[in-house]
């Protein structure tokens, strides 16, 4: 039963670049969610895919965009990058529908910009 | 404005011994309940949940308790064994707001032989 996997593992950039990272759901899952972890914090949620769309969204600029595929992956792009946004990003998936709100967490891409 | 607070940093238990680890929230919206452990290059590993309709659930060594009158929330292990030093997030969800979850800043647990 394959989990949550993401691509790429590390990544540095430089101020004004943009980055694509990749994310591929468990196993039988539909749902996606991305969330930002900066150093000493907890994970924050900046948005999640469902049917393709995004579905909700935190507080995050429209620097942070998104797109889910027909085979449920996901990407996550982000624009015009800032030093502030060096954290390890994390993808989650869930199946929509099951009575639960359980999200199975990928190992996440650490970005880095210089 | 944190919604979610872990107030302790870290935490050091003797192997054996329970270790108990809290959350408190100030959002009385939120209705779902769920612990994660973390190691380091890991992502975050579900461990046990429980919905604001109930106060307890357990799962082997592992036992969340909830009041939602205190809003707290706390995770028991018992016996604590060295591979449960990791750090462990409470994260809450709220059915009326984002479908994404609220973590608290995570607090370290250290497992001392």
């Known amino acids: 039963d394959a989990g949550v996997t993401q691509s790429p593992t590390h990544l540095i950039k430089t101020r004004g670049q943009q980055v694509t990272l990749r994310c591929s759901p468990k196993s039988g899952h539909d749902t996606v969610s991305w969330y930002q972890q900066a150093l000493g914090q907890g994970p924050q949620f900046i948005f999640q895919y469902y049917e393709e769309e995004e579905r909700q969204r935190g507080n995050f600029p429209d620097r942070f965009s998104g797109h889910q595929f027909p085979n449920y992956s996901s990407e996550l792009n982000v624009n015009a990058l800032l030093l502030g946004d060096s954290a390890l990003y994390l993808c989650?998936?869930?199946?929509?529908?099951?009575?639960?709100?359980?999200?199975?967490f990928g190992p996440g891409t650490r970005l880095l910009v210089l | 404005d944190q919604q979610v607070k872990q107030n302790s940093p870290s935490l050091s238990v003797q192997e054996g011994r329970i270790s108990i680890l809290n959350c408190d929230y100030t959002n009385s919206m939120f209705d779902y309940f769920l612990w994660y452990k973390k190691y380091p290059a890991e992502g975050p590993t579900f461990l046990i949940s429980?919905?604001?309709?109930?106060d307890k659930n357990e799962d082997g060594r592992f036992t969340v308790f909830l009041n939602k009158s205190a809003k707290h929330l706390s995770l028991h292990i018992v016996p604590s064994q060295p591979g449960d030093s990791a750090v462990y997030f409470c994260?809450?969800?709220?059915?009326?707001?984002?479908?994404?979850?609220?973590f608290g800043k995570g607090t370290h647990l250290i497992i001392q032989p």
């Open positions: 429980i919905s604001s309709i109930k």
């Open positions: 994260a809450l969800y709220s059915g009326g707001g984002a479908d994404g979850l609220t």
């Open positions: 989650a998936s869930s199946l929509e529908g099951q009575g639960t709100v359980t999200q199975y």
